[in-house]
């Protein structure tokens, strides 16, 4: 017996876990809402995600394979993620040449340029966002209606977003009660057929993905419940201070992407806490932050600065908050 | 049911030998008994080259506290005294012995009548374990007689069983419970006298459902033993997580379980303590698993200490093409070897053969911070953390989390979806710290 064998430190087994296994787990858990954004938005929001999609895997392939030159591992799913995630938090009449930048932005600025998955601080799809909010606000702000601008790709019929409503509504001193005319139904909120970001709209389609990311366990609860219940409670407590200025807290939950972000985009493993108690922690600092946004801010939606806010606390939260130990001894 | 409630996995359980009886291995032609088989000082030999040993004659002699003695586990002539490699791939000091017969010692007890009464009170009980140099079977080989003699000041309320075998693969355990049943609550009972408790607990993985409905109908015999179902759940078997999932208390970090009233034994050791004691059969043989997914038929073997690994595979014809890894231990904290020329000692409890395909690890990646190994962690500690640390070399800050406390079960290394070999690096953390301990209390 003469025979040579591997030797390594234990453990000498590994369980079934992968990288690839939770990003495309992350993929299929985007397929509902990607479906009703095709539903609303037809050819135009199937040719955002496709080209997102697709300039993300390219940009990332580029980097990896000749300025890098490093093994290119694109087939991990996680540019998938951030190029569907890019193109859910934007318009679908989003000219192509602009979703084009925002995919560099996100994946070679946010992403590579420290190092790659894994090592970025920030989101890279909500810094893709956030920069073509800033850079093109009159195309990042004009949202198509649903349903009737399903073969249109670019010219479509647009209107304001129900929080641009309300918030132009306020401001002009008018009241929530004369608003609500001009607000679409809670039903239609709750399935998505509102004006909006693409992936964003419907709720329903976004909290299914949500529970099948549980109960994969590639998330745990508490960013989504903690983020989702802090805006609830919060605009709660102001709606009931003065119903008039304040609108009902449940609305606050169906509009705009508030359930996009805390369902996916905050609970990014990359750049969220790492225990338990910093995950609660992050969740309510999300959620507060959309609220003032939402409510005093300039503009009418929150949910990507306060995540991004949020992002640059982690290393704090995560230092300051950690997980139980066994045997602990008091000091 | 019960289990420990931080952390923990759930690796596949590949119990491919538990139906296997156990089996009595042949004498080799010579056996090499290393000088270093216990947790602690390394043994002192007192037999010359050319001295006729007996089996159960003593060889070396356990001089510091925690040491051990070591025996003769065949009749014959010693060959010699000399460096040989042992599991650990150092080379170390064994008594190499050349078999001639099977003689035994007058006074050891070879009949297979099953002596109930306990005849010796608890120092003498102590004294003849230390005498017959049992030590943890469970793989941590720590010479018992230490932990029999409870420090001032304390007071044992539990003696914990171990009858977890939470490693997958291994099931010496699992096939003693099952076989010497008997003789395994005796030695219980033995411990609990020596120990002074009205209680022992056996905690038994519920796959082992036999073993758990053997000791549960045999117990009813005796006093003060109470068997319990656990939850599959690894690593079960670490005491602390033992004594955590049956009566419920945490063992404070950097302390002994007699912290809380425990003291544990593995079955394997509490069958040792009943042959000392019952038997006067010093420690010279144990229960190895020879196993594997290519092994044509995995199985139980009862092993003389210092029977080469090879003659043992050869003998259970267990050494498959393409094999590609051979454990000593099971898959979680086994120790892969390097060569199959190394003596049986006591802490051996299983062999794990692997196919080449399942040898290598997993290609490593980026960390993505995804908290898998901070769930995984049954101390409650941060893996990724530890080993970022100790890849810095900032080995002041692993202390400060705690990497003293980590039991290298791998339970992050195992969970790591990016493949990452965090135990390795929390292992030179280890290292690094108890030198830096060292130096401390040197000043």
Redesign the interface.
């Known amino acids: 017996?003469s025979?040579v064998?591997?030797?390594?430190?234990?453990?000498?087994?590994?369980?079934d876990?992968?990288?690839k296994?939770?990003m495309w787990g992350v993929v299929l858990a985007l397929v509902p809402a990607m479906l009703v954004s095709f539903w609303y938005f037809g050819i135009g929001a199937i040719s955002i995600t496709l080209v997102a999609v697709s300039s993300c895997l390219f940009f990332e392939y580029v980097i990896q394979k000749y300025f890098l030159k490093q093994e290119v591992?694109v087939s991990?799913g996680s540019a998938v993620i951030t190029g569907v995630l890019l193109a859910f938090n934007v318009p679908s009449n989003l000219p192509i040449w602009m979703m084009i930048i925002g995919s560099f932005v996100a994946i070679v600025i946010a992403k590579m340029s420290y190092?790659?998955?894994?090592?970025n601080p920030f989101n890279p799809a909500l810094i893709g966002r956030v920069f073509l909010l800033i850079a093109f606000p009159v195309d990042m702000t004009s949202w198509p209606l649903p349903i009737v601008n399903r073969t249109v790709l670019c010219d479509a019929v647009t209107g304001p977003t129900s929080l641009g409503i309300l918030k132009e509504g306020i401001s002009k001193g008018e009241s929530v009660s004369t608003l609500a005319s001009n607000l679409p139904a809670y039903t239609d909120l709750f399935i998505g057929n509102m004006g909006g970001s693409l992936g964003e709209v419907s709720a329903i389609a976004l909290i299914i993905g949500g529970l099948y990311m549980l109960f994969k366990k590639i998330i745990t609860w508490h960013i989504p419940v903690s983020y989702i219940l802090t805006v609830f409670v919060f605009t709660g407590i102001l709606n009931l201070v003065n119903p008039e200025i304040y609108i009902d807290p449940v609305f606050h939950l169906l509009t705009g992407g508030l359930m996009l972000g805390a369902i996916f985009m905050a609970t990014d493993?990359?750049?969220?806490p790492?225990?338990y108690k910093g995950m609660l922690v992050f969740g309510i600092g999300c959620g507060v932050l959309t609220a003032l946004i939402r409510i005093w801010g300039a503009y009418p939606e929150g949910v990507s600065f306060a995540i991004l806010i949020m992002n640059t606390t982690v290393p704090l939260i995560?230092k300051g908050f950690?997980?139980?130990?066994?045997?602990?001894?008091n000091k | 049911m019960k289990t420990f409630n931080?952390g923990g996995?759930h690796?596949?359980e590949n119990k491919l030998s538990g139906n296997s009886p156990i089996k009595v291995c042949s004498i080799p032609t010579t056996v090499s008994i290393p000088l270093a088989q216990n947790l602690g000082a390394a043994s002192v030999p007192i037999v010359a080259k050319g001295e006729k040993v007996k089996v159960g004659q003593l060889i070396a002699k356990g001089e510091a506290f925690i040491s051990s003695n070591i025996h003769s586990s065949v009749s014959g002539t010693v060959l010699k005294i000399d460096d040989i490699m042992d599991a650990s791939?150092y080379r170390k000091k064994a008594i190499i012995i050349n078999v001639e017969g099977d003689e035994w010692l007058e006074e050891i007890d070879r009949s297979a009548d099953i002596k109930r009464e306990i005849s010796y009170n608890k120092g003498e009980i102590v004294s003849i374990v230390k005498d017959s140099g049992v030590v943890g079977l469970g793989g941590a080989t720590f010479p018992t007689q230490v932990k029999l003699m409870v420090p001032e000041g304390k007071k044992a309320e539990y003696l914990i069983i171990n009858g977890v075998e939470c490693e997958?693969y291994l099931t010496s355990d699992h096939r003693l419970m099952l076989e010497k049943g008997e003789e395994l609550l005796i030695g219980i009972s033995i411990l609990m006298k020596a120990l002074d408790v009205s209680k022992a607990l056996i905690g038994i993985e519920n796959n082992k459902q036999d073993a758990i409905a053997n000791l549960k109908k045999l117990a009813v015999n005796y006093k003060g033993i109470e068997v319990h179902e656990l939850q599959v759940k690894y690593p079960q078997g670490g005491e602390?997580q033992l004594i955590?999932a049956l009566i419920n208390r945490?063992?404070?970090?950097?302390?002994l379980p007699i912290e809380v009233g425990c003291v544990v034994n593995n079955v394997g050791t509490a069958f040792a303590v009943y042959e000392a004691v019952q038997k006067k059969k010093p420690l010279i043989e144990r229960v190895v698993t020879i196993t594997g997914k290519t092994v044509k038929n995995p199985s139980n073997y009862m092993v003389r200490i210092g029977t080469p690994l090879?003659f043992l595979?050869s003998e259970a014809d267990s050494?498959p093409e393409g094999?590609?890894?051979?454990?000593n231990?099971g898959?979680?904290?086994?120790?892969?070897?390097?060569?199959?020329e190394i003596p049986v000692v006591k802490g051996m409890s299983g062999v794990?053969i692997?196919p080449?395909g399942?040898?290598?690890?997993?290609n490593a990646?980026?960390?993505?911070?995804?908290?898998?190994c901070?769930s995984a962690c049954?101390?409650?500690?941060?893996p990724?953390?530890i080993a970022l640390m100790s890849e810095q070399n900032k080995f002041e800050s692993c202390e400060g989390e705690?990497v003293m406390?980590c039991m290298?079960c791998?339970?992050c290394?195992?969970?790591?979806?990016?493949?990452r070999?965090l135990?390795?690096m929390i292992?030179v953390s280890k290292n690094k710290v108890s030198q830096i301990i060292r130096l401390r209390s040197n000043k």
Do not use: W
């Open positions: 017996m025979n064998f591997v030797v390594s430190g234990s453990p000498h087994v590994h369980g876990y992968s990288v296994k939770i591992t991990d190092g790659g998955l894994g090592k493993m990359v750049t969220s790492m225990s995560n950690k997980p139980k130990q066994f045997g602990e001894v | 931080l996995v690796p596949e791939g997958p602390k955590k945490e063992v404070p970090s950097g302390k090879s595979l050494m094999t590609g890894k051979v454990i231990g898959p979680m904290m086994g120790k892969a070897l390097t060569t199959l794990v692997m080449e399942e040898a290598k690890r997993p990646y980026n960390c993505i911070r995804c908290g898998k901070i049954p101390m409650g500690l941060e990724y953390l705690r406390d290298e791998g339970s290394s195992f969970t790591c979806p990016s493949g070999p135990l390795d292992r």
